[in-house]
């Protein structure tokens, strides 16, 4: 596979990661960078965007939930994640990289409509250095084989 095509395929994977759907990115961008070092920068920044716009897909949905006070009322039910993004806001979202926790974080967030701009900001920050850990283990790997 080429630079491109490896750079397409970490985008997609990152993307995918951050959805409802199972999936994770951290061992396409290991690959990627294994194979190719010189591109840490344009892989880091790939996965980055991708993960982030599949964080926000996520938030997308909570806001297509009608809003939180309607159903809270009905219901009178409120989950762990809906009181930590009421609690912490937008700065909760530096964990949306997390496994099963994360895309839980970005849906409510959304669902309590926090405010997209900082969501964005926040979720961007916390997938970067999780994918900046993993670039550094990535670069160890690649400097003991090479």
């Known amino acids: 596979m080429d630079e491109q095509a490896s750079l397409l395929t970490l985008f997609t994977s990152s993307f995918l990661a951050a959805t409802l759907l199972p999936g994770g990115s951290e061992a396409v961008l290991a690959g990627v960078l294994i194979a ?3 591109l840490l920068w344009q892989a ?3 996965a980055t965007i991708g993960n982030t716009l599949g964080g926000m897909s996520s938030y997308l949905i909570g806001r297509l939930i009608p809003d939180e006070k ?3 009322k009905k219901t009178g039910n409120t989950s762990r994640y809906l009181e930590w993004v ?3 806001g937008s700065p909760i979202l530096l964990l949306s ?3 099963v926790i994360g895309d839980a974080l970005c849906v409510a967030a ?3 409509r926090v405010n997209w701009i900082s969501a964005m900001i926040f979720m961007a920050i916390g997938k ?3 994918y900046w850990i993993v670039a ?3 670069n160890a790997v690649a400097a003991t084989i090479g």
Do not use: K, S
């Open 44 to 46: 880091l920044i790939l």
């Open 110 to 112: 959304g669902w309590l």
């Open 136 to 138: 550094t283990a990535a």
């Open 86 to 88: 009421h609690n912490h």
């Open 128 to 130: 970067f250095v999780r």
């Open 70 to 72: 309607t159903i809270l």
């Open 36 to 38: 190719y070092p010189d």
């Open 97 to 99: 990289w997390a496994p």
